[in-house]
């Protein structure tokens, strides 16, 4: 067996404007040192450094390469709390919790109180709130709201930078009215002096964006502070049994709250396979540091991770393997 292979962000890709991974902030800099140091050191802590929070698990697009779409009759459809998001934001800022992402599976602007959970988490020293969405509900009210809020960044999908290919990677949305939602947000922050919250526009990259990835990287690094791509997933078809010395960097940085409270390890456990029980039953702290997740991070480790049911055929575990064999090729 060789040496575990443990790569943070490998999915995750910055080509133009500012690096929203990367502050002046003291803080922000030690938050992030952390999120590159700990899994590469198999390191966790006492508590999670950042916590991906299940707004809603609802989507108002059925976008083809989505896993929401795949398992649309699989996943229960539901709100979260205020209660349960309370609970979870005042755990964390007593545990010394750097962030939260406000949504795993669904699209988080259908929430009625999204700028709610934003604004506590802010009161509540929360340096990194931010959640991924398709803009389609991004409107000049929940925008101001938004901003007033306190949001640190926000992370809009957008295939390519045309009607044709963006409308048919993303059935249901219409490019004018995203379009105009991004650029409303950033003249209202203009407006109003301030430089919060930071738009990312990425794109799920499939191969039919490389053609154009040069005029995308132009046309977004003048409309967004940040454009980039995440690698895409083959969602489809599940390919199990897979063994290879990769270990998931997620176990070591952070964990997953659904929308129902039920805590899980990752943000791509998404049948709930290796979960650790409800928050109103279990600590974010108890269940970071409980034997069931040591059992879980042991299995990366070892490199017997594809033995575990949630990560046999993961496809960010498969996809990420698939990139270092094609490295291997080379």
């Known amino acids: 067996m060789r040496n575990i292979i443990i790569e943070v962000n490998s999915n995750f890709h910055h080509i133009a404007g500012e690096d929203l991974s990367d502050k002046a902030d003291n803080r922000f800099r030690e938050y992030r040192k952390k999120w590159e140091e700990w899994p590469k050191n198999f390191h966790t802590g006492e508590f999670p450094l950042f916590i991906d929070v299940e707004a809603t698990s609802a989507c108002n697009l059925k976008c083809p390469f989505c896993a929401t779409t795949f398992m649309e009759k699989r996943i229960k459809k539901g709100f979260i709390s205020f209660d349960i998001v309370k609970g979870i934001i005042d755990e964390g800022a007593e545990n010394g919790l750097y962030g939260i992402k406000l949504n795993i599976r669904g699209e988080p602007l259908l929430h009625p109180q999204i700028h709610d959970f934003v604004e506590y988490a802010k009161k509540r020293g929360l340096i990194d709130v931010y959640f991924n969405t398709n803009a389609m509900l991004l409107t000049e009210e929940i925008s101001r709201k938004l901003v ?25 949305a219409s490019y004018e009215k995203v379009l105009a939602n991004i650029e409303n947000l950033q003249t209202l922050k203009r407006k109003l002096g301030v430089d919060h919250p930071k738009v990312r526009v990425q794109a799920v990259m499939m191969k039919d964006l490389w053609p154009t990835f040069d005029e995308y990287k132009k046309f977004w690094s003048e409309r967004a ?68 997740l040591q059992e879980i991070r042991n299995s990366h480790k070892n490199g017997i991770a594809h033995e575990l049911s949630a990560c046999n055929g993961c496809y960010l575990r498969d996809s990420e393997i698939l990139k270092l064999v094609d490295k291997d090729k080379l």
Not at 148 to 172: H, M, N, Q, W
Not at 245 to 250: G, K, L, M, S, T
Not at 252 to 262: H, N, Y
């Open 225 to 292: 502070d940040e454009a980039g791509f995440l690698d895409f997933k083959e969602m489809k078809r599940k390919r199990t049994g897979i063994r290879y010395p990769w270990a998931c960097p997620q176990i070591w940085q952070r964990m997953a709250v659904w929308w129902d409270g039920t805590v899980l390890p990752c943000n791509h456990d998404d049948d709930g396979l290796l979960a650790l029980g409800n928050i109103q039953k279990v600590s974010i702290k108890k269940a970071w540091n409980s034997r069931k």
């Open 148 to 172: 007033d809020a306190g949001l640190d960044r926000i992370s809009i999908s957008f295939e390519g930078f045309t009607k044709d290919v963006y409308e048919e990677c993303r059935p249901g």
